[in-house]
């Protein structure tokens, strides 16, 4: 996917988790994330658009004190404030150019990361919104595996101990689109290849599904396992978001 393509990604995604937290009360648990409510729910993934708006500005990173955020005390117009910042945030990528540098906790310090960051967010919280409300809609093949991709790319910089190895495998293999990945934890970090190959376990299954076991919101069961079981556990660190 283009920079451009993840525009309407974000304020879609964004106008779904809004209906969804208009259909369910705000106090509602979220399965996917139990400590949180839909209100936190709604205020967290607001919060990342005006934050990263804010960034994308500055190409500097922020404290969340030095954005103004506007966040409403009458929970009822949370809904409106997220559309109001995905819209945001999107005007305001829509007026950079991608390739300008900026910051980031990766080593991409482009401002194109945060469009594809911003995508990934959004989506997956859109998801854990339906789940607080009935049953949630897949991701789109396409956006799970870019969402896979930025994952796993992700990792070494945000989990670096759970990355590191002496050699374990696992390989991820999409039933519904071109998409597989040969992961190895090495002594140096995660290796990741894109390719067909044999690991030490496998997962196969829908990318959406793929993709939201690698963020820790489906279990292991949802998808086809070949393998030692066992071997799945020592994966278990890098199953989150």
Known sequence: ??????????????????????????????????????????RHTGTAHRWSSGVVRSRAPLSHREVDLAIPDDRDGLPDWLEAGAAQLVATLGATDPDEACWSWTDDHHVRFWARRMACETVVHRWDG??????????????????????L???????????????????????????????????????????????DIALKGPASVLYLLLVGRVPASALEV?????ALDRWRGLMRF
């Open 1 to 42: 996917m283009d920079y451009a393509d993840f525009f309407p990604v974000i304020t879609a995604q964004a106008r779904a988790l809004a209906d969804a937290a208009r259909a369910t009360p705000f106090d509602a648990r979220v399965p996917s994330c139990p400590e949180w409510d839909v209100a936190k729910l709604v």
């Open 153 to 199: 790319a992700n990792l070494p910089f945000v989990a670096p101990d759970a990355v590191a190895g002496t050699g374990d495998t696992l390989h991820l293999h999409c039933t519904d689109r071109d998409g597989e990945w040969l992961l190895t934890r090495t002594t140096g970090g995660l290796e990741v290849l894109r390719e067909h190959a044999k690991g």
């Open 130 to 151: 339906q789940t607080a409300a009935g049953a949630p809609e897949p991701i789109d093949g396409a956006l799970a595996v870019e969402g896979i991709d930025e994952h």
């Open 226 to 230: 070949f393998g030692d079981p066992e």
